[in-house]
């Protein structure tokens, strides 16, 4: 149509130089047209990696919190059987300070008393270590734990050569 009307034996110059700006324009708008839509698919394909990768990160981040999960609950039952050594170890004391006691060894009791607050603190500084393993990975909570194990199973020892003594 613009054509026709450019071919036009009745349009001036001038009139034709307006007609190819408006040519020009509506070319221009096309491409400004095309470009947009260009823009909003591309934008809509971006928000769909970008959901993509939020649902990605998501189920890691589930994973991860699981075998954490995981990891403390591990770490809570350590620590809850730590504590029963500990207890079991000072019902153990307390007898065999009862047992010194009855047999008027004042100098045994107060050896024992020694030894348990020794144990004692011993055995508290071995939990507050457990405890704090719940920021560190498998293998350092594998070593921990049998540092602690390796420490109650002494204790245990200790306890026994001095129920041995005094019996």
């Given at each position: 149509?613009?054509?026709?009307?450019?071919?036009s034996?009745?349009?001036?110059?001038?009139?034709?130089?307006?007609?190819a700006?408006?040519?020009?324009?509506?070319?221009?708008?096309?491409?400004?047209?095309?470009l947009?839509?260009?823009?909003?698919?591309?934008?809509?394909?971006?928000k769909?990696?970008?959901?993509?990768?939020?649902?990605?990160?998501?189920?890691r981040?589930?994973?991860?919190?699981?075998?954490?999960?995981?990891?403390?609950?591990?770490?809570?039952?350590?620590?809850?059987?730590a504590?029963?050594?500990?207890?079991?170890?000072?019902?153990?004391?307390?007898?065999?300070?009862?047992?010194?006691?009855?047999?008027?060894?004042?100098?045994?009791?107060?050896?024992?008393?020694?030894?348990?607050?020794?144990?004692?603190?011993?055995?508290?500084?071995?939990?507050?270590?457990?405890?704090?393993?719940?920021?560190?990975t498998?293998?350092e909570?594998?070593?921990?734990?049998?540092?602690?194990?390796?420490?109650?199973?002494?204790?245990?020892c200790?306890?026994?050569?001095?129920?041995?003594?005094?019996?």
């Open positions: 149509q613009v054509k026709d009307v450019l071919t034996s009745t349009m001036t110059s001038q009139h034709q130089v307006v007609l700006r408006l040519t020009q324009l509506d070319a221009g708008q096309d491409a400004v047209e095309e947009r839509s260009l823009k909003e698919e591309k934008s809509a394909q971006q769909v990696q970008a959901i993509v990768g939020l649902m990605e990160a998501s189920s981040a589930r994973e991860h919190r699981a075998r954490l999960q995981a990891d403390v609950e591990t770490k809570r039952m350590i620590v809850k059987i504590r029963e050594v500990s207890e079991k170890l000072h019902d153990m004391s307390t007898s065999i300070i009862e047992v010194a006691m009855i047999d008027q060894d004042r100098r045994a009791v107060e050896e024992l008393e020694e030894w348990y607050k020794n144990t004692r603190a011993e055995l508290e500084d071995g939990l507050s270590t457990l405890a704090e393993v719940a920021a560190r498998d293998q909570v594998n070593d921990v734990v049998q540092r602690s194990i390796e420490e109650l199973e002494r204790l245990s200790e306890t026994i050569t001095m129920w041995t003594r005094l019996v």
